[in-house]
């Protein structure tokens, strides 16, 4: 297997897992649909064991070695300049399908079955959600927001402690260095997680459920493929003048576990690993995917609200103006991080639509195929979280342009390169 491409053997899993899905589903065989779910059960729940540790050691260490990089905060500035001005252009795109196809109109629903959901979000749910209750209650909840407040914490801490802390950060340094030893070792099974992930899909939920809402699933679908292929690329040219085959290439194998897991969070450590070894700093790279991984959701928080909004309001008859248009662009820029404490597609719409004054009951009629949906989102979320980083560092001159040239020409399951300078000496200036 080694002889063959690390992406190669995910798209092997993943069309061997739909052809089994598909044959578990049309042959009723219960016994490899409940297999096929085990696989990838274990695989993202092994995943997201990895990722507390991970994230906590890398970004206590990286706060520790940022002590000699002169622009650290404009680093952290330009990563947030830089997730709005994606959301903002990829809520506009979801708003124009909207508008473009109508989703909602002519379709014929049971208004009367439709429930609100269990979960809703609100604008309060970033303020309580970043704080842990305990320390301990971080990390058994695998609640990524709140173990990147603590390790930044913790980390000025030991920076500002000097010294006296360094027994501590070679602590963190030594199990920084064993968990990404482990999950090397990990990631070589994502081809087999890929293959229980898709599988299970398949034979879970079929492609029958798309039917009452073709419409609506082939929109969301178009808005996240406009996203991918056309926005994307346009702001690695223009913004980064980077070619978009070369960061496609590094960052595959990150997209394609993303559509299979639907999990952000449980994606993440292969996105950073992918970023990295395009060539985005390893310090700066530790802090920007985690924060991404919780906050940057241009699949759910920003394409999918505005086209569910437009969706809901048109089957339950709401005419919305110009200014809840505003307000859907709004929520998508700013609520993604008001709910990063309740990851979700399902709270971010809930969200918009109490922002709205729609019905939350609408957001029922969608549950049924949201895992389908989530795929597409999933994909798109973690596309924008590998390319944030990425346009950041080479507006900032410190990507390393060698290594994002020769992305996709090593295997993502090759031994960590050494680790990649913080900044340059003396780099050119790049325009704001």
């Not at 992918?274 to 060539?279: K, L, N, Q, S, T």
Request: hydrophobic fraction near 55%; include cysteine; aromatic fraction near 8%.
């Amino acid at each position: 297997m080694r002889k063959i491409p690390f992406s190669v053997q995910i798209l092997l899993g993943l069309v061997l897992g739909v052809a089994l899905g598909y044959l578990a589903r049309a042959g009723d065989v219960s016994w490899l649909g409940t297999t096929l779910n085990t696989i990838g059960s274990l695989f993202v729940q092994l995943l997201r064991v990895a990722v507390p540790p991970l994230v906590f050691t890398a970004i206590v260490v990286s706060v520790v070695s940022l002590r000699g990089v002169a622009n650290a905060a404009r680093l952290a500035l330009k990563t947030l300049l830089w997730f709005g001005i994606t959301a903002l252009i990829s809520v506009g795109v979801g708003i124009g399908l909207g508008l473009l196809t109508n989703p909602g109109r002519g379709v014929t629903l049971d208004l009367g079955a439709a429930t609100e959901p269990q979960r809703t979000g609100s604008w309060t749910d970033f303020l309580t959600g970043i704080v842990p209750k305990n320390v301990f209650g971080a990390f058994t909840e695998n609640n990524v927001l709140q173990i990147v407040f603590l390790a930044v914490v913790v980390g000025i801490a030991a920076l500002l402690v000097g010294a006296a802390a360094e027994p501590f950060v070679e602590l963190n340094r030594s199990i920084l260095a064993i968990v990404q030893k482990a999950l090397w070792w990990l990631i070589r099974l994502a081809p087999l997680g890929t293959l229980g992930l898709i599988g299970h899909a398949v034979e879970a939920y079929g492609w029958d459920l798309l039917a009452p809402l073709a419409k609506f699933t082939t929109a969301v679908y178009v808005g996240c493929a406009i996203v991918l292929l056309v926005v994307y690329p346009l702001v690695l040219v223009l913004g980064g003048r980077l070619n978009p085959l070369r960061f496609y290439a590094g960052t595959w194998p990150a997209i394609e576990l993303a559509f299979v897991s639907r999990s952000s969070v449980g994606t993440m450590p292969v996105t950073q690993r992918a970023v990295e070894r395009i060539g985005v700093p390893r310090e700066y790279a530790s802090f920007a995917v985690p924060f991404g991984a919780t906050t940057k959701m241009d699949g759910c928080a920003a394409i999918y609200p505005a086209l569910a909004a437009i969706f809901v309001a048109q089957v339950f008859g709401v005419s919305l103006s110009p200014l809840d248009y505003l307000l859907i662009a709004f929520v998508s820029v700013v609520g993604s991080a008001a709910t990063a404490g309740l990851t979700g597609a399902l709270v971010m719409l809930t969200l918009t639509l109490s922002t709205l004054g729609l019905p939350l009951a609408g957001a029922g009629l969608l549950l049924a195929i949201d895992p389908i949906l989530d795929m597409i989102r999933t994909a798109t979320n973690v596309a924008g979280q590998a390319l944030v980083p990425t346009v950041v560092a080479a507006r900032e001159g410190v990507l390393d342009r060698a290594a994002y040239d020769a992305a996709g020409r090593h295997d993502l399951t090759e031994e960590a390169p050494a680790e990649t300078p913080a900044r340059r000496e003396d780099p050119a200036p790049v325009p704001a």
